[in-house]
C-alpha cells in the first residue's frame, strides 16, 4: 500500500496485484436506507445483500457502479446512491450510521472520489445503501453560475436597493426631525405661556398694591 497525496491531503492507493481483496457485505433498499435497528448482532437485512470483493482504495464511485452490475434498478439514469457506513459502536455496543455521500448515474458529485480508507472503514464494517430516483441535481458550476449572475444583478442594482433603504432612512429622519420641532414649539409655547401668566399675575400684584397705598394716602 502506498499513500498519494491529492490536494494537500494523504490519500491511500492499494497494489491490486500484490494485496488480496476483502469481502465487503452491502444492503440496499429502494427510496430509503434501512433502519439502524435493523442491523443487531444476531440478525441482519440479508434479503437485500450485494457482496463483493474490493480494497480499501475502492471509490464510492467504484462501488455504485459494481451494485449496478447486480440491482437492474440503480441503471436507471435517473437513479442516485445513497451510502451510509454500518459500525458498531463500541461505547454503547450496537450498531451506528455515519453519512458518506450520494453519487448520481448522471452527473458528477463532490462524494465520487470518497474511498472506504477515507470513511475510516475497517474490515468487518458493512455498507447500508439507499437508491433514490429523481432529477439530477444542478451542476455546482450552474449553481455557482446562478449565484454570481444573482449577486452581479443585485450588484448592477445595488444602487437602487440602497437608494430606496437611504430614502427610507431620510423620510425617517425628516419625520423624527418634525416631531422633535413639534416638541420644542410645544415646550416654548409653554414656557411663553408661563412666563405671560406670570407677568400677568404680577401686574396684578403691584396694581393691587398701589390700589392700596393710594386709598391709605386718602385716608
Known amino acids: 500500500m502506498t499513500e498519494a497525496n491529492s490536494g494537500g491531503k494523504q490519500k491511500l492507493v492499494v497494489d491490486r496485484e500484490k494485496t488480496v481483496p476483502f469481502l465487503l457485505r452491502m444492503f440496499y433498499r429502494l427510496n430509503h436506507h434501512h433502519r439502524v435497528d435493523d442491523f ?36 436507471r439514469p435517473n437513479a442516485k446512491l445513497s451510502f451510509k457506513l454500518v459500525y458498531i459502536d463500541n461505547l454503547r455496543g450496537k450498531y451506528a450510521f455515519k453519512e458518506l455521500g450520494t453519487i448520481h448515474n448522471v452527473t458528477t458529485s463532490e462524494h465520487d472520489e470518497i474511498n472506504l480508507d477515507d470513511a475510516r472503514f475497517v474490515i468487518g464494517d458493512f455498507l447500508d445503501v439507499a437508491i433514490f430516483f429523481g432529477p439530477p441535481p444542478r ?14 444583478e443585485r450588484d448592477r442594482g445595488g444602487r437602487n436597493y440602497r437608494g430606496i433603504g437611504n430614502d427610507r432612512d431620510r423620510d425617517r429622519d425628516r ?18 405661556r408661563d412666563r405671560n401668566g406670570m407677568r400677568i399675575e404680577r401686574d396684578r400684584r403691584d396694581e393691587r398694591r398701589d390700589n392700596r397705598s393710594f386709598r391709605d394716602r386718602r385716608r
Open 40 to 75: 443487531t448482532p444476531d440478525h441482519l437485512p440479508t434479503e437485500d445483500e450485494v457482496q463483493i470483493y474490493t480494497w480499501k482504495d475502492a471509490t464510492l464511485k467504484e462501488i455504485s457502479n459494481l451494485i449496478k452490475e447486480v440491482v437492474p434498478d440503480a441503471n
Open 139 to 152: 451542476p455546482i458550476e450552474r449553481r455557482s453560475s446562478v449565484l454570481r449572475d444573482r449577486n452581479r
Open 175 to 192: 419625520e423624527r426631525d418634525r416631531e422633535r420641532d413639534r416638541v420644542d414649539r410645544d415646550r416654548d409655547r409653554d414656557r411663553d
